[in-house]
């Protein structure tokens, strides 16, 4: 069957591409492989579910210490509600659309204009269309030590564990393994992060350590510098700093990155290329090598993030239906966050990356704890950072870890957008008590 467009995938990018090509009139196949995962990622075992987790862990502390772990288990009956109905939704999106085809099955190219689509039931068949859009995403990348243990989960299967561990303990110290961290700690768990590196090794080391010192208020424990050996019969044998060491637990996190879902593509029937990670190569139009293939989201590497799959279903319309205006070179400054009980929340550049770039700069610093809106709302933990060029006091960068820095940090994202200077938030009228105050403080440091 002919197709205008062919999306391998129902993620942010692919299902919202689909939507708008359809409401042109266009004729539409989207292909996917589980329905588990109808919408994609963010709404089945990602962004939703953790973050509606992250937001019960954090109520925890209201519940009665002697059912913590009957509110856990009711925690994730609620979560799998929610993703239940959303799962339902973004099907329905699709599928009650005339021009859309939601088709089950494993796509893998046959041709640069041909997917080969393998159903549950084994039939399989041809579409084809004069573009095709690869969305299929990330997956866990590959456990490099034995693992011989019914108790480790992945990020994925983890949001399905239903008795809270006592001693849960995550390996890897990456962003998914530090959320984890805070919301096992929240729900009442020993938890114990046991990373190769240094906790948040990119960011400024105060910063970094205002994130630990708040999770370690939390009681977790952070073991850096570490070698992992195996799990065996729940214990984890590693080395830290060349030191023999063995850690026990109820349930183990493996979160040691992810790596592009390409395995059943077959691309070298379309002859797409993959770059030195093995993600999709592509160019500023999110074009492969093969022009009438495009690649949007996780699979092509760089800010595996919803918000720009999200961006990138805006340059490929643009590319293909619209002025061909939008690429990644003009997309717009924007943030991301680390959603911790206290969350980090970054844009622009911080105080490293600022000396390598070899630019004039000042920081700007405040602590929380002068934030009135902050002793309101009993937690006054942690700090804001600005990066501003010392002579113009043009914002460069902010690192912010606050409550409420998710949303802040979209302030700081517009005035960069805007090309806004330090004098925008020292002078601006705030409502009392807030958050955003603290910007007049901040930046009034100028």
């Known amino acids: 069957m002919k197709y205008d467009i062919v999306i391998i995938g129902f993620g942010k990018a692919g299902k919202t591409l689909a939507v708008k090509a359809a409401a042109l009139g266009k004729k539409v196949a989207l292909v996917e492989r589980s329905p588990k995962m109808y919408g994609g990622t963010c709404i089945n075992v990602g962004c939703i579910p953790t973050k509606r987790l992250i937001t019960a862990a954090k109520e925890a502390k209201f519940v009665n210490n002697s059912v913590e772990s009957e509110y856990y288990t009711l925690s994730v009956e609620n979560k799998n509600k929610l993703i239940s109905a959303l799962n339902a939704k973004n099907y329905a999106m699709l599928n009650d659309k005339e021009n859309i085809d939601v088709i089950d099955g494993v796509g893998s190219f046959a041709s640069e204009n041909s997917v080969l689509v393998t159903t549950p039931s084994g039939e399989k068949k041809i579409i084809e269309g004069d573009f095709i859009i690869i969305n299929s995403g990330s997956k866990e990348a590959d456990t490099p030590f034995e693992v011989v243990n019914s108790n480790v989960f992945s990020s994925q299967t983890l949001l399905d564990l239903k008795n809270l561990p006592k001693h849960f303990v995550i390996i890897g110290s990456g962003f998914i393994g530090i959320e984890f961290a805070s919301m096992f700690a929240n729900f ?42 195996c799990i065996k019969e729940n214990v984890l044998n590693f080395k830290q700093n060349g030191e023999q060491r063995c850690l026990r637990a109820d349930a183990f996190l493996i979160a040691l990155g992810r790596v592009a879902n390409v395995d059943d593509l077959n691309l070298k029937a379309a002859g797409v290329e993959l770059n030195e990670k093995g993600f999709i190569k592509t160019n500023e139009n999110l074009q492969t090598n093969v022009p009438n293939i495009y690649a949007v989201g996780d699979v092509r590497g760089g800010e595996l993030f919803t918000y720009t799959s999200l961006d990138d279903f805006r340059i490929v319309y643009s590319q293909i239906f619209g002025d061909k205006k939008r690429n990644t070179k003009n997309r717009s400054i924007h943030a991301n966050v680390l959603f911790t009980d206290t969350p980090l929340a970054r844009v622009g550049v911080n105080a490293k990356e600022a000396n390598k770039l070899g630019l004039n700069f000042k920081e700007l610093k405040l602590s929380m704890a002068t934030v009135p809106g902050a002793k309101v709302l009993n937690h006054d933990v942690g700090m804001l950072k600005a990066i501003v060029d010392a002579q113009s006091g043009e914002i460069l960068g902010a690192s912010f870890h606050c409550i409420y820095a998710n949303e802040l940090i979209n302030e700081i994202a517009i005035a960069m957008n805007l090309k806004a200077n330090a004098n925008f938030f020292k002078n601006q009228i705030f409502t009392h008590p807030s958050i955003s105050e603290a910007l007049n403080d901040l930046f009034g440091q100028f």
């Open 188 to 229: 009442g768990s020993k938890v114990t992060i046991v990373g190769r590196s240094k906790l948040l090794k990119n960011e400024d080391d105060d910063i970094a350590n205002s994130v630990k010192e708040a999770l370690r208020v939390q009681g977790v424990e952070i073991l850096e510098g570490c070698e992992i050996e």
